[in-house]
């Protein structure tokens, strides 16, 4: 528990950081995400995107399965009755969460921790589980980290793709692609190329949609 308060203060810092790649995919991704009803937060980590986010929802839903991590945010959000955060892997969601339809969900950095099988299953169960015209946001390593696992450099990632091949993945469960972006261009500070040159850039942000009825 020390460690992983450790790991929650660090993250606090990062996000907190105008300069940091973690605030800026917050910022990037909070643009995209309008108010709504209900929103399912895939991966609640330390809880960064359900606190930006909250203003925003009526009932937001938030599961992980780190222990640690649900009970800092169960501890975090526990003066709001709208926020439920609850333990299962992305295999669990439908089980956990299927009662519900929702308006957004976000996996933020969490596919590249399942292997392929795990994630396409779980690009699946978020499909079924938006609501038709919903949004899904996937921030997630690119093109550097895929090399970086095929050196063995990757402690904690299974898997890494290009923007292409992140898009491929999605639309492969149904969605259709809205945006593609990253969080930050390295060495040269372009918006331009920030957004429309995105396999070189840190951090992949993909927006798509579930159209059609619910």
Not at 191 to 206: A, D, M, P, S, T
Request: hydrophobic share 35%; glycine share 8%; net charge neutral.
């Amino acid at each position: 528990m020390d460690l992983y308060k450790v790991n929650f203060e660090r993250l606090s810092l990062e996000y907190s950081d105008p300069k940091s790649i973690g605030y800026k995919k917050l910022r990037i991704i909070d643009s995209y995400i309008p108010e709504g009803e209900t929103l399912l937060d895939v991966g609640v980590g330390t809880g960064e995107t359900i606190s930006l986010e909250k203003q925003k929802f009526k009932k937001i839903c938030g599961v992980d399965a780190d222990y640690d991590s649900v009970r800092i945010c169960r501890t975090r959000f526990q003066s709001d009755a709208s926020i439920n955060i609850l333990h299962g892997s992305t295999n669990d969601l439908m089980d956990l969460c299927g009662e519900t339809k929702y308006d957004v969900i976000t996996a933020l950095d969490i596919l590249e921790h399942l292997n392929r099988t795990d994630c396409e299953t779980a690009l699946h169960t978020c499909y079924d589980l938006l609501k038709g015209g919903g949004i899904f946001i996937f921030p997630g390593p690119g093109i550097f980290e895929k090399i970086r696992i095929c050196l063995g450099l990757s402690p904690t990632h299974l898997h890494s793709h290009s923007p292409s091949g992140w898009k491929k993945m999605i639309e492969k469960a149904g969605f259709t692609i809205v945006n593609t972006e990253t969080a930050e261009f390295p060495i040269f500070n372009s918006e331009y190329l920030r957004k429309n040159v995105c396999i070189f850039g840190k951090c992949c942000i993909i927006v798509a949609r579930k159209w059609g009825a619910s």
